[in-house]
Structures are given as structure tokens and as C-alpha cells.
């Protein structure tokens, strides 16, 4: 180190270690008598052949050490065996149904979704559908480019395709994309009615960016209402929650069970009070459940459209009391029970409170709907309605709009 001095280095000193002798000079030998020197005739040989033997001894005690070191632990050698512990060359191969085993099955038909209007640009994932090309994301990853942008697909082996609009709906937040590529492996959707709290799961897609980030957790609820976006836009999910960590960029991926299924597409994540936008995973994701998926992504490759269904009645989200409330009049141009529609052919009138639909209570105008969007047109369903008191099973063959 230039400039730096080592304290436990010698110094220099005229040449000499500092704690070396002095050199001897003429005049400080004479204070003492001589010694008397031996014969050098008699002594001298005798003397100069035991250093000789000694020096002899000591170089092949030296090369028989180290031959004897090289042939016994190898020192030296290239390829010589190390003393410090080696794995040995065990199986690497990981079982299907591992973690790693279903992401190296999964990742392959992940993809990455890039989306531009030509000033602004946003990012997401999204899964094979079909082999022919098609692929499901999320409509708010691709929304700004519906009009005049541009999707790219970027495939796992980085090939990159550019993408076409099949369809989108934004009341499930769900959009199809066809790329011009074949021989695609289609992902396979999974009966999402048969998952229970505390199945495992596994999340992969591009969080922040970072393509093919796999994650890892349980399902944590079922059947909760999830209300993104606002007015026209507003989606409504029957979600799936889960704990795997979901960033911004995982909407659109897709969630698999321990057979590598998908149970669910990621869509949402929940953020502390008072934050005002997504910043990261805090252990509360939500994705659509797969049975939806599958039903909405084959109405928009065949129709390029999807609808949903409705009964009909308008809830008042003033309400506080037990179930929800049906409007008491008909407000701003809102009937309060559609003439015709599902409810007023079940009976259902203004003012009626609904307690239940299917046996399953509901509190929150919002758990309706999604319980209601997550069946099919011309599904009936079972709502428990009370009404001055009284209460009463009424059965609704549920109504069909397009989304």
C-alpha cells in the first residue's frame, strides 16, 4: 500500500535490521585478549566434512518429506483430492409435484404482456390458453392499447410476438390475446370449486418486471368479494385469496396447485389504509377463480365479447341493518326492481331485504353481486328474502347482460 507503513515490518536503517548487531570495527576488538585459534591442519578438514554431512542429510530429509507428503495426500498434484469436505455427485433430478417441479413444468407457458398507447406503456403476465396461440391476462394490463396501442408477448425463450385484442371484459377484468405462434404448451385450468383454505399454491409471473418470478403460499379464503376499478369500470371478483406474494406485474399470471393447475388468475393485491396506490405484496393477493376464467376466455374467443349474469334489483348501500336491502323506490332513473327482470318474476319487491343466496349469508351489497357474477346466465339461484318480518325462499333464473 503506497504511502502506508507496516509496524510489524523491519525498518530500513542504513541497510541493516534495526535490531541487528553493530557492524564490528577494528578498534572494539583489541580491549580483549585473542582466543587462541586450533591447528587448521589438524581440525579444519575434520570440521568442514561434518558441515558438509550435515547439509547432505538435511536436503534429502527435505526431498524424501516431500516425495513421501506428494505420494500419501496427494500434495501438490493437479487434480490432488481437497481435505475439506466435497458433495458427493448425488441425484439432482427434483419430483414432479416439488416446487421446482411444477415451475419448471409452469414457466413455459408464462408470459410476459407489454402494453403501449404510444406515449404511455404498462406490464403484466399472462398464461397459454390454447396451442394455436391464445393467451388470458388481465384486461387492465392491456387496456390502454385497446384502441390504437400495441401488445407484445415475450415467451420464456425470449422470442417475442406481437399480440391481437380477441376480447376483453371489464367487469372480470379479463382479456384474450392471439399471437401468431403454434405448438404452444396450454397451461390446464383447474375445477376451481374443489380448492379448500390451505391447499398450497404457487404464484409465477413477472413481479416489477422480474419475468419468471415463482412464489409460494396457501389459499387463505375463498368466495371473497373483491371491487376493483370505479363506476362503468367497476370489476367485481368472487376471489380466491392467497398469501403467495403478488406484486404489480403478477396481474394476469396465473396461481397453480400442487399438480401444476391453475386454480386462479392474479389480478389484485390489498394495501394498507391510507395508501393510495399498489406498492407491494403485504400477504393479501386475489385472483379469479379459474371456472370463471374459463368461461368468460371461451365467450371472447368465440364471440369476442362476454357477458354475466344479473337479477335485476338495485341495492341500497346505505343500508346498515342484517343481509342487504332492495331500493325502496326507484331513484335517479333506477328501478329498484327491474320490470320483467329475474326478481320481479321470482316476487322479489322494493324494500326486500335478502338474507342469503344459496345458504351462504351475505352482509355487504358487494358479496352479493360477486356471488352473483360468479354463476352463469340462466343459473338459478336461492335467495332467502325477508319482508315486514316475514321470511321466505324465492328461486331466480338469473338474467344476461353484456359486458
Do not use: C, W
Not at 312 to 331: I, K, S
Not at 346 to 375: H, M, Q
Amino acid at each position: 500500500m503506497h504511502g502506508a507503513v507496516d509496524p510489524f515490518a523491519p525498518h530500513s536503517s542504513g541497510g541493516r535490521h534495526p535490531y541487528a548487531a553493530p557492524a564490528t570495527t577494528g578498534g572494539v576488538a583489541d580491549l580483549f585478549p585473542r582466543p587462541q585459534r586450533p591447528d587448521p591442519h589438524r581440525r579444519g578438514v575434520a570440521a568442514g566434512v561434518v558441515v558438509l554431512l550435515v547439509l547432505v542429510a538435511l536436503l534429502a530429509g527435505l526431498l524424501l518429506g516431500g516425495l513421501g507428503a506428494r505420494a500419501i495426500f496427494g500434495v501438490g498434484r493437479a487434480g490432488a483430492p481437497s481435505t475439506l469436505p466435497v458433495s458427493s455427485a448425488a441425484d439432482v433430478n427434483r419430483a414432479p409435484d416439488s416446487v421446482a417441479g411444477i415451475a419448471a413444468a409452469v414457466l413455459p407457458s408464462t408470459v410476459y404482456v407489454q402494453a403501449t398507447d404510444g406515449t404511455q406503456g404498462s406490464s403484466g403476465t399472462g398464461m397459454v390458453l390454447r396451442e394455436d396461440g391464445y393467451v388470458v391476462t388481465n384486461n387492465h394490463v392491456i387496456e390502454l392499447a385497446a384502441e390504437n396501442g400495441q401488445v407484445v408477448v415475450i415467451f420464456s425463450d425470449g422470442g417475442e410476438e406481437e399480440a391481437k385484442i380477441v376480447g376483453r371484459t371489464a367487469d372480470y377484468d379479463l382479456a384474450v390475446l392471439k399471437v401468431d405462434r403454434t405448438g404452444l404448451q396450454p397451461l390446464v385450468l383447474a375445477d376451481s370449486d374443489a380448492v379448500a383454505v390451505g391447499d398450497p399454491v404457487i404464484a409465477v409471473g413477472a413481479p416489477l418486471g422480474l419475468e419468471g418470478t415463482v412464489t409460494t403460499g396457501i389459499i387463505s379464503a375463498l368466495n371473497r368479494p373483491v371491487r376493483a376499478g370505479g363506476g362503468a369500470a367497476s370489476t367485481f371478483i368472487n376471489a380466491i385469496q392467497t398469501d403467495a406474494a403478488i406484486n404489480p406485474g403478477n396481474s394476469g399470471g396465473p396461481l397453480v396447485d400442487a399438480a401444476g393447475q391453475v386454480v386462479g388468475i392474479n389480478t389484485a393485491i390489498a394495501q394498507a389504509s391510507g395508501t393510495p396506490q399498489a406498492t407491494g405484496s403485504i400477504g393479501l393477493g386475489f385472483a379469479i377463480p379459474s371456472d370463471q376464467v374459463r368461461r368468460t376466455a371461451e365467450q371472447l374467443i368465440a364471440d369476442g365479447r362476454a357477458t354475466f349474469p344479473v337479477i335485476g334489483v338495485a341495492l341500497d348501500t346505505r343500508y346498515n341493518g342484517e343481509g342487504v336491502q332492495v331500493l325502496t323506490d326507484d331513484q335517479a332513473g333506477q328501478a329498484a326492481v327491474t320490470p320483467g327482470g329475474p326478481g320481479d318474476d321470482a316476487g322479489i319487491r322494493p324494500g326486500d331485504v335478502i338474507l342469503s343466496i344459496d345458504g351462504r349469508p351475505v352482509t355487504d351489497p358487494d358479496e352479493l353481486i360477486v356471488a352473483i357474477r360468479s354463476r352463469a346466465p340462466g343459473d338459478q339461484v336461492d335467495l332467502e328474502v325477508r319482508r315486514d318480518g316475514d321470511e321466505r325462499h324465492v328461486t331466480v333464473v338469473l338474467g344476461e347482460e353484456t359486458s
